[in-house]
C-alpha cells in the first residue's frame, strides 16, 4: 500500500516539513465553539464494540464496564494496526445504531464483524474520523459485500479533507523505508459510485444519530499537542503539513455520569478532545475517555503531560488504544491504575446509566 515517491516530489515535501518544524506552534489555531452550545441528548445505554484494534488476548477476561470477546476452537478475533468501531446508543428507550471507522483488512475486519453480531441492516449512518487509510481502507469493500443489506441512501459523515491525498515522511533507520511515503486516498467518487451512501461533509458538532455527537473541528488549547511533523497532505499541487483540522471523534453523554468521549487517533491531541467536548457541551464531568490518543513515539515529557491534564479531567475510565503506542500505554496503566482497562480486539465496552 505504501508508494514512494520520486526526488523532485520529495524535495519539494521535505522542505514543507522543514516548516513545520520551525513554526513549533503552528496547531494552535483550529476552530472555537461556544461553551454549551450543544443540548447534546442523553443516553440511558452505550455500547462500544471494538471491531478491530492492534491487540487481542484471548486470555484477557471480563473487567469492569468492558465485555471481551473469549475464542472457542475455530475461531479467532483478528486484530491488526487499524480501528473500526460498531456503535448502539439507547435513548428514550430506543437502540441506535452506526459504525464509525472501517478498518484496514477486509478479510479479517469482516470476519469480527460476523463473530460480534454486527448487524450492518440496523446500521443508521456511518462515519470516518480522518483520512488515514487504517481508518478508512475497508470502507468500499464492506460497502461492496454488503450492498444488498445496508440502506440505500445511510449517511456517510466525513470532516474536512477526509478524501485528501496523504503522506509520511520517514527518516532514515528506524523503518525498512524511509524518506516520503504515499499513504494514498479515499476516493469520493468510488464511494459515491456506489450508489449507497449519501457523503455528510461536517465542520461543526453534528448528531450522527440519537445520542451521538461528532465533534466537528476540535478546538486546540493545549500548547503540547501539536501533532506529527512527518505526517503532510496534498493540497492542490503542494505537498503541506497535516494539521487535521477536519477529524472527528465522538462525544455521549450518560445520562447521571458525565461524558463519554470515543476518539480514532487523536491527531489533534487527546486533551483538546476532551476538553472540545466539554466545552460544546458545557458538561465538565467525564466518565469515559477511549481510544487512539496518537502518543507513540512521543517524548516522555509530551507523554507526561497528556496523564497530568487527564488526571485533572479525572475520567472514571480511560481506555489507550490504536495509536497510543506501548510506553504510553503503560504509563496510563501505571499512574491511572484505578481507571485503566487495556483494550483487545472484539472488546464491548457497556455503560448503563
Known amino acids: 500500500m505504501f508508494k514512494e515517491m520520486n526526488r ?33 441528548s442523553e443516553v440511558e445505554k452505550l455500547v462500544v464494540t471494538v471491531i478491530t484494534d492492534n491487540y487481542y488476548d484471548c486470555l484477557r477476561p471480563n473487567y469492569k464496564v468492558a465485555k471481551r470477546y473469549f475464542i472457542i476452537p475455530g475461531t479467532s478475533i483478528h486484530s491488526e494496526h487499524g480501528l473500526a468501531y460498531s456503535i448502539e446508543t439507547v435513548v428514550n428507550g430506543k437502540s441506535n445504531f452506526f459504525m464509525f471507522d472501517f478498518g484496514l483488512d477486509f478479510n479479517g475486519v469482516s470476519r469480527n464483524m460476523e463473530l460480534l453480531d454486527v448487524d450492518v441492516r440496523k446500521l443508521e449512518a456511518l462515519g470516518i474520523s480522518h483520512g488515514h487509510f487504517d481508518h478508512w481502507g475497508n470502507l468500499t469493500a464492506i460497502l461492496k459485500h454488503n450492498r444488498a443489506k445496508i440502506r440505500k441512501g445511510i449517511p456517510l459523515y466525513v470532516g474536512d479533507e477526509t478524501f485528501s491525498q496523504r503522506f509520511a515522511k520517514l527518516p532514515e533507520g528506524p523503518f525498512e523505508v524511509s524518506g516520503l511515503i504515499d499513504l494514498e486516498q479515499l476516493r469520493r467518487d468510488e464511494i459515491e459510485s456506489l450508489g449507497t451512501v449519501k457523503i455528510m461533509e461536517v465542520k461543526d458538532p453534528t448528531p450522527i444519530v440519537p445520542g451521538a455527537y461528532l465533534t466537528g473541528n476540535i478546538e486546540r488549547v493545549t500548547d503540547y499537542e501539536k501533532g506529527s511533523p512527518i505526517l503532510l497532505i496534498k493540497r492542490g499541487d503542494k505537498i503541506e503539513p497535516d494539521l487535521f483540522m477536519g477529524e472527528q471523534s465522538l462525544v455521549f453523554h450518560l445520562k447521571g455520569k458525565g461524558l463519554v468521549v470515543v476518539s480514532s487517533c487523536a491527531h489533534a491531541g487527546i486533551v483538546n478532545t476532551v476538553k472540545h467536548a466539554q466545552k460544546m457541551t458545557g458538561i465538565e464531568k467525564v466518565h469515559a475517555v477511549i481510544g487512539g490518543f496518537h502518543l507513540t513515539g512521543a517524548r516522555p515529557e509530551i507523554i507526561q503531560r497528556t496523564i497530568t491534564d487527564m488526571k485533572a479531567i479525572a475520567p472514571e475510565y480511560i481506555v489507550p488504544m490504536h495509536c497510543t503506542g506501548f510506553e504510553a500505554v503503560t504509563a496510563f496503566q501505571r499512574e491511572m491504575p484505578a481507571q485503566f482497562i487495556i483494550n483487545t480486539a472484539g472488546t464491548r465496552y457497556i455503560f448503563t446509566a
Do not use: D, H, P, W
Open 8 to 40: 523532485r516530489e520529495f524535495l519539494k515535501t521535505s522542505a514543507a516539513t522543514s516548516a513545520v518544524l520551525m513554526a513549533g506552534n503552528l496547531l494552535k489555531g483550529g476552530a472555537t465553539v461556544t461553551y454549551g452550545s450543544v443540548k447534546i
